[in-house]
Each structure stands twice: as structure tokens, then as C-alpha cells.
């Protein structure tokens, strides 16, 4: 039976691959698209999310919009490495499908108030606004959450947006506090292991020769975002950071971690959003999360690009 899912993004080109993933999987149900501000403001990840779900041919998916601000800080956005629409790169056009009235953080609420016990996943690829205050809101929804997996976090990569804090966890680290704490089964994918899903050009050939649209699109977005990566890192492409959410759940054994205990700074401006990961074990907090590092990196891309095959 397919798990049911519900994915809560700021898209950005590598939510977008991770989407396209989704609805391309057939292990996987979505029940719903809930859009946060982070990568570029609420109005506009509402917006592509729905860009998406049309290119791949889903539109009648639920999308909804959630929170246009983190819990207790300002709103910090990522448009240098994204651009300005937060999906930069090949030509859009504007969706037709409707946005839902209902706001995210209420049709979270109710759909897991509705579900069975361990019945839905939270797949979280942005700020964690939305997943916090569903949580604040209604602690009573936790029965029903069977995990929740996110791109979120680095320790021996250090950050991303600041030298000790990578973008997600950085953008609401209150948001990220709650959820570490919730005492909910979680998965993190941090940066320690999407540094390790790089693009080159022979993988991103592959999207492009699949020869749809949706090929087309993903190339597209990939090269746009490597400009900014490739001189940041002077790698040879970029880190696909979210769809390696979306390929845990469908193939687990691509990942390897270790379950420990990750608690999230939130006093310190220095350092904070900082996952301060006991990878080593020298303190006796007890672990709360599956903390990745190692990556198949040839088996994911492969993955994805068999997978976005499918969608024409
Ligand atoms: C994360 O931040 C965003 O820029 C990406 O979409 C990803 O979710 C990586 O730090
Ligand atoms: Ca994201």
C-alpha cells in the first residue's frame, strides 16, 4: 500500500525535483502540498508549488498556503541563490489550477485529526513554521504522524547561510526546536549528506535526455542553481538537497546515519539555528532523530531520473 504523505515546501528548484519525485513514485500518496515562506515569501511558493504539480500533470493536487513568516524572527529569504521567483532558470507559465482557501497549518490539523494512529508522513523540505504551529496548535495531531522526514541541519559540513547554520533550520529555529523535541520518529537529511547529492553534467544530460518537458524543466532549474553553488563551493555542480527526502521513503538503503541526539540553538546570534549534533555520543541526552551522512549518490540520481521518466 502506498504511504501517505504530505509535503510541506518553499519551492525552489530542489522542493521542485523533490515534488516532481513524489508524484512521479508510486509507493507514495500525496495528500496535500502545504507552502511556507523561506526560499523567496509565501506568495510565491504557493505559487510554484502549484506550477509544478501542473507540469506534472497533477492539478487537481490540494495545495495550500501556510505561514508568510517564521515563528519569533524576521522572514530571511534565499534569492541570491535561487532568484528572484524562487524558480529561476527555464520559462513558466503562470498555473491555472486554484490555490485552497483553507490555511496549510488548518488542513494539517484536521487531515490528522481525521487519520489513523501512524498513518502520515510529514515530508518537510522548508522553514518548519507550518509543521511547529499545527503541533503548537493541536498537540493532540502527534498520533497520528508516523514520521516526520527533513532536509534540514549539517554538522561536519558546518552551514550554509551562516558559517554554523544551514538555511532551513536557520530561516525558524523555534519552529525547528519544537519539532526536534516533539518526540516524534525523525529523520534528517542534513547537509553532512545532500553535499553528497552533487549534480554534474552527466547527470543532469540524463534529465535533459529523457526529452519531456519535465526533463526539460529539471535540467533547466539544475543549471540555474549550480551557477550559484559551483562558485560558492567550487564544486563541480550542486546539491540536490530535497529530493533526498522524498528517495529515503522510497529507497531507505540509499542512506546511511546514525540515531542521536540534535538539539537546535536559538540564543546565540553567532551561532544560531546551529544543529548541535552528538554524532560521538560524549553527552548523555538521549537520542531523537536518524541523523544521516552517507550517500549513494550514483543510485539517487538514478532514482530520480528513472522516476521523472514516468511523468510525460
Ligand atoms: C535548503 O534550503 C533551500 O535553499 C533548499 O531548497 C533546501 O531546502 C538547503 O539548505
Ligand atoms: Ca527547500
Not at 519551492?11 to 521542485?16: C, E, I, S, V, Y
Not at 509565501?42 to 513568516?69: H, S, W, Y
Not at 525558524?172 to 549534480?199: E, N, R, Y
Not at 552528538?278 to 538521549?286: C, E, L
Amino acid at each position: 500500500m502506498a504511504r501517505n504523505i504530505i509535503i510541506d515546501t518553499d519551492p525552489g528548484q530542489d522542493d521542485a525535483v523533490a515534488i516532481l519525485l513524489a508524484l512521479a513514485s508510486p509507493e507514495l500518496n500525496v495528500l496535500g502540498i502545504t507552502a511556507v515562506a523561506g526560499n523567496v515569501p509565501l506568495e510565491l511558493t504557493q505559487k510554484n508549488a502549484r506550477i509544478i504539480c501542473e507540469l506534472a500533470g497533477f492539478p487537481g493536487m490540494l495545495v495550500f498556503a501556510g505561514c508568510d513568516r517564521p515563528l519569533n524572527r524576521p522572514l530571511v529569504t534565499a534569492e541570491h541563490v535561487h532568484g528572484k521567483t524562487g524558480l529561476d532558470g527555464p520559462q513558466m507559465a503562470t498555473p491555472t489550477m486554484p490555490l485552497q482557501d483553507q490555511h496549510a497549518v488548518d488542513w494539517i490539523i484536521d487531515t490528522l485529526r481525521a487519520a489513523p494512529e501512524n498513518s502520515i508522513t510529514i515530508c518537510a523540505l522548508g522553514p518548519l513554521s507550518n509543521i511547529a504551529t499545527a503541533m503548537q496548535r493541536a498537540p493532540d495531531i502527534k498520533p497520528a504522524i508516523s514520521e516526520i522526514v527533513l532536509m534540514g541541519g549539517g554538522f561536519f559540513e558546518g552551514g550554509n547561510i551562516t558559517p554554523t547554520a544551514e538555511f532551513n533550520i536557520y530561516v525558524d529555529p523555534h519552529a525547528a526546536d519544537i519539532v526536534f523535541k516533539s518526540g516524534l520518529p525523525l529523520t534528517v537529511m542534513p547537509l553532512d549528506v545532500t553535499h553528497k547529492a552533487l549534480t554534474n553534467k552527466a547527470r543532469v544530460d540524463a534529465f535533459r535526455a529523457l526529452e519531456t518537458i519535465v526533463g526539460h524543466m529539471t535540467a533547466e532549474w539544475t543549471d540555474f542553481f549550480e551557477r550559484f553553488d559551483k562558485e560558492k563551493y567550487g564544486s563541480k555542480g550542486a546539491p540536490l538537497h530535497d529530493p533526498t527526502v522524498i528517495a529515503y521513503l522510497i529507497e531507505p538503503n540509499l542512506f546511511s546515519g546514525r540515531h542521536i541526539n540534535v538539539e537546535i540553538e536559538t540564543q546565540s546570534e553567532l551561532t544560531m539555528g546551529m544543529t548541535v549534533a552528538d554524532w560521538w555520543g560524549v553527552t548523555d541526552r538521549a537520542p531523537n532523530c536518524t541523523f544521516m551522512g552517507g550517500l549513494d549518490t550514483d543510485r539517487f540520481f538514478k532514482l530520480i531520473t528513472e522516476r521523472l521518466a514516468r511523468l510525460k
